[in-house]
């Protein structure tokens, strides 16, 4: 028997975009662990772009910047699961406007801010109000977060403070929810990936390369371990922990005053 003890058990995965995904990798960790997934993705394109990955799966489409169809996404599942209920749900959403490339904080449009916040952050709320009546006593609601939610992180532009709302909103859920129910809520703070997603923040690579060197391991965190934490979160392995924002990223953060970087900041030119 699988240490997660996932065998039979049912979850929905919510922000597959590509192979390279978060939700991806986790949904393959799940199934491996003899779980089964059901998915939801934004739009009918991503649905057939996806087509080879999730062959013979169940598919949702979810554009969550329609309070309708996350409604409606309610429904679907209760239909589509019947007695069954779910054991956990992954929500690895996120989207912001760099069309007009990073601007400083204080020029972010209004626009482009509560759109980013709704997808970002708030579609979590949404959800997990969607999905209450369909999740079992004891299940688990994982969301992807990022680690550097409390520094000015410029190169990722007004979506910091967004990620940010996102965690808080995590132990608030936790809280609220746990009136009536023992589901779990719990966010995993990542730190930079190469995924898709990521190539599209303007100027991501250098910063992508530097948080390399800051991890202790001068090795860049890999999707498959934020995959691996997500999946034991999802599991009841993990049942004590709740409303928390675990941090992922191979000790980048607490590694401000490495030897290298610091002696290769502080070169003078003769």
């Given at each position: 028997m699988s240490f997660l003890g996932l065998d039979g058990k049912t979850f929905l995965?919510?922000?597959i975009a590509n192979k390279k995904s978060v939700a991806w990798a986790v949904a393959k960790l799940l199934q491996e662990e003899g779980a089964n997934v059901i998915y939801s993705v934004r739009s009918e394109k991503r649905k057939g772009e996806?087509?080879?990955l999730l062959t013979n799966q169940k598919?949702?489409?979810?554009?969550?910047?329609?309070?309708k169809q996350v409604e409606e996404l309610g429904y679907s599942l209760k239909s589509e699961l019947g007695e069954v209920k779910l054991d956990g749900i992954l929500h690895s959403i996120a989207f912001a406007n760099y069309a007009e490339g990073l601007k400083k904080f204080h020029e972010t449009k209004r626009a482009d801010f509560l759109q980013a916040t709704q997808i970002s952050s708030f579609s979590l709320v949404e959800l997990?109000?969607?999905c209450k009546p369909l999740l079992a006593k004891s299940s688990s609601v994982v969301t992807i977060g990022i680690s550097s939610t409390d520094v000015t992180a410029e190169n990722y532009g007004y979506m910091a403070p967004i990620k940010a709302s996102l965690e808080t909103s995590v132990r608030y859920l936790a809280k609220s929810f746990s009136h009536d129910s023992e589901t779990r809520f719990n966010s995993v703070n990542a730190g930079p990936l190469k995924t898709s997603a990521s190539a599209g923040i303007p100027g991501y690579l250098i910063n992508y390369l530097y948080a390399e060197k800051l991890t202790f391991r001068k090795k860049a965190l890999a999707?498959?371990?934020v995959a691996n934490l997500a999946t034991f979160l999802l599991s009841q392995r993990s049942s004590g922990?709740?409303?928390q924002g675990i941090v992922i990223d191979a000790g980048m953060g607490l590694n401000y005053f490495d030897g290298e970087i610091v002696e290769s900041s502080?070169?003078?030119d003769d």
């Amino acid at each position: 028997m699988s240490f997660l003890g996932l065998d039979g058990k049912t979850f929905l995965v919510v922000g597959i975009a590509n192979k390279k995904s978060v939700a991806w990798a986790v949904a393959k960790l799940l199934q491996e662990e003899g779980a089964n997934v059901i998915y939801s993705v934004r739009s009918e394109k991503r649905k057939g772009e996806l087509g080879e990955l999730l062959t013979n799966q169940k598919v949702f489409v979810c554009d969550f910047e329609n309070e309708k169809q996350v409604e409606e996404l309610g429904y679907s599942l209760k239909s589509e699961l019947g007695e069954v209920k779910l054991d956990g749900i992954l929500h690895s959403i996120a989207f912001a406007n760099y069309a007009e490339g990073l601007k400083k904080f204080h020029e972010t449009k209004r626009a482009d801010f509560l759109q980013a916040t709704q997808i970002s952050s708030f579609s979590l709320v949404e959800l997990a109000r969607a999905c209450k009546p369909l999740l079992a006593k004891s299940s688990s609601v994982v969301t992807i977060g990022i680690s550097s939610t409390d520094v000015t992180a410029e190169n990722y532009g007004y979506m910091a403070p967004i990620k940010a709302s996102l965690e808080t909103s995590v132990r608030y859920l936790a809280k609220s929810f746990s009136h009536d129910s023992e589901t779990r809520f719990n966010s995993v703070n990542a730190g930079p990936l190469k995924t898709s997603a990521s190539a599209g923040i303007p100027g991501y690579l250098i910063n992508y390369l530097y948080a390399e060197k800051l991890t202790f391991r001068k090795k860049a965190l890999a999707t498959a371990e934020v995959a691996n934490l997500a999946t034991f979160l999802l599991s009841q392995r993990s049942s004590g922990i709740n409303g928390q924002g675990i941090v992922i990223d191979a000790g980048m953060g607490l590694n401000y005053f490495d030897g290298e970087i610091v002696e290769s900041s502080m070169k003078i030119d003769d």
